[in-house]
């Protein structure tokens, strides 16, 4: 199985990069499940694509429902804690199967990975 890891650094809304990696990462598990492991690393302003409770207009998507495709389809998503710690959001609550990391574990992701893709 290919490991995919699929980092995305810019805020959830304001541009379409976490858009697109998501639709990447959605688009990689919908046509290649049985041959990749899809895992996203949430960098800098990312990390606030881990929060719940996102409320977009009708028509307009919506990140937290797109991590939790991913999470359901066996995706992984971890959030810097040291970039959550800085924007004061390491204390709240996550979407659920988002969790808090380290750069230890995404240098081991990195490591692990066939494949890296950057948002």
Request: aromatic residues 8%.
């Given at each position: ?5 699929i980092?995305?650094n810019?805020a959830?809304?304001g541009?379409?990069k976490a858009y697109?990696?998501l639709r990447?990462?959605m688009t990689?598990?919908k046509e290649?499940a049985e041959?990749?492991?899809?895992n996203?690393?949430l ?5 606030f694509?881990?929060?719940?409770g ?5 028509g307009y998507y919506n ?6 495709i991913?999470l359901?389809?066996g995706?992984?998503?971890?959030s810097c804690?040291?970039?959550s ?12 199967g ?5 750069m230890?574990?995404?240098t081991?992701?990195t490591v ?8």
């Amino acid at each position: 199985m290919q490991k995919i890891l699929i980092i995305i650094n810019d805020a959830p809304y304001g541009t379409e990069k976490a858009y697109n990696a998501l639709r990447m990462a959605m688009t990689l598990q919908k046509e290649h499940a049985e041959a990749v492991q899809v895992n996203i690393f949430l960098l800098a302003d990312a990390v606030f694509c881990a929060l719940p409770g996102q409320n977009t207009p009708n028509g307009y998507y919506n990140i937290e429902r797109m991590i939790k495709i991913v999470l359901r389809n066996g995706g992984q998503v971890k959030s810097c804690g040291g970039c959550s710690e800085a924007r004061g959001i390491d204390k709240l609550p996550f979407i659920a199967g988002v969790h808090l990391s380290n750069m230890k574990e995404f240098t081991q992701w990195t490591v692990e990975a066939d494949k890296v893709l950057s948002f």
